[in-house]
């Protein structure tokens, strides 16, 4: 059975510069759980936006290799043991496409907020949707609900969300109201086409992720 430490090196080297439009202006110090090979957190580096950037691993190759992007990487299971940082809180936490592979998610979330974000501090986060259409048709007409190695179904993805759950995930008391913004509807995509067309009733079942931002409030 696959897990998440058999992903290939592909699978950590992407940076994730679609979140740019979520980013404050300046982000300061930045702390990306399952910041795979840090390629995301080079280019915040690169492009100024960042300080100071911290990565937490589970994969080891993957957090050797960060190593010479961030600043600080902690080759560790977040889920088990906590993370001794010496300098002040995080402005900004990226949670980006790791959730879901986390036993206890809503528990990530709360030491996130409570012990590593700080005060005014934003928590952005991707979830894939599990509503989308290729995942319900198949289940609703054929009664499939089939694995994959990546993609919604991913073998190593331990918990599901939809939009509602999503949100419900980032509804923590230290956090203000989260934001929630699907993903492929831009410009004159097909997907936004037809969302127009449909007044949005199906636009839940368009989406393929979601992006959540929530601030630390005092």
Known sequence: MQSYLDKSDDYFSHARREILPLLPPNCGRVLELGCGSGATLGWLKQTQKSVYTVGIEIAEAAAIAARARADEVHWVDFERADISISRQKFDVILCLDVLEHMINPWSVVD??????????????????????????????????????????????????????SALQLLSHAELGAPTCTATGFDGLSSKRIVDVITLGLFRELLTYQYYLTACKVG
């Open 111 to 164: 030491r996130l907020a409570s012990n590593y974000l700080a005060e005014g501090g934003k928590l952005i986060v991707s979830l894939p949707n599990v509503r989308h259409y290729s995942v319900v048709f198949p289940l609703l007409f054929g009664g499939r609900w089939e694995y994959a190695d990546a993609g919604l179904l991913d073998r190593t993805h331990l918990r599901f969300f939809t939009r509602d």
